[in-house]
Nanobody, 127 residues
Framework: QVQLVESGGGLVQAGGSLRLSCAASRHTFRWYPMGWFRQAPGKEREFVAAITWNGDSTYYADSVKARFTISRDNAKNMVYLQMNSLKPEDTAVYYC????????????????????WGQGTQVTVSS
């Protein structure tokens, strides 16, 4: 099991930027694919972005493509989500997730693909 803690959320105006961070508790995190999801009020949780264990492949939801960037620093046990050109519809609680798949070479986009989840961080974009 990997404990995950998100941070970096907050209130930002439309067009602004935020960088979310996800800290993992285990150094073995570096071998696992990671993902970001979000859940807006009254809606189901949805996929945002994913990255392979070594960062050589990423995958994005169409709604965030070209605005958001997922990255990781395995030496620091960290995953990041850089969010630019934010829109009010990006308002949600953002979660990072880990798939306990050693050297997983695929960027997974389904919730059921992931084993461990963080508690989430709130992002609010005002118009």
């Amino acid at each position: 099991q990997v404990q995950l803690v998100e941070s970096g959320g907050g209130l930002v105006q439309a067009g602004g930027s935020l960088r979310l961070s996800c800290a993992a508790s285990r150094h073995t995190f570096r071998w696992y694919p990671m993902g970001w999801f979000r859940q807006a009020p009254g809606k189901e949780r949805e996929f945002v972005a994913a990255i392979t264990w070594n960062g050589d492949s990423t995958y994005y939801a169409d709604s965030v493509k070209a605005r958001f960037t997922i990255s990781r620093d395995n030496a620091k046990n960290m995953v990041y989500l850089q969010m630019n050109s934010l829109k009010p519809e990006d308002t949600a609680v953002y979660y990072c997730a880990a798939r306990l798949d050693y050297r997983g070479s695929y960027a997974y986009s389904a919730e059921y693909d992931y084993n461990d989840w963080g508690q989430g961080t709130q992002v609010t974009v005002s118009s």
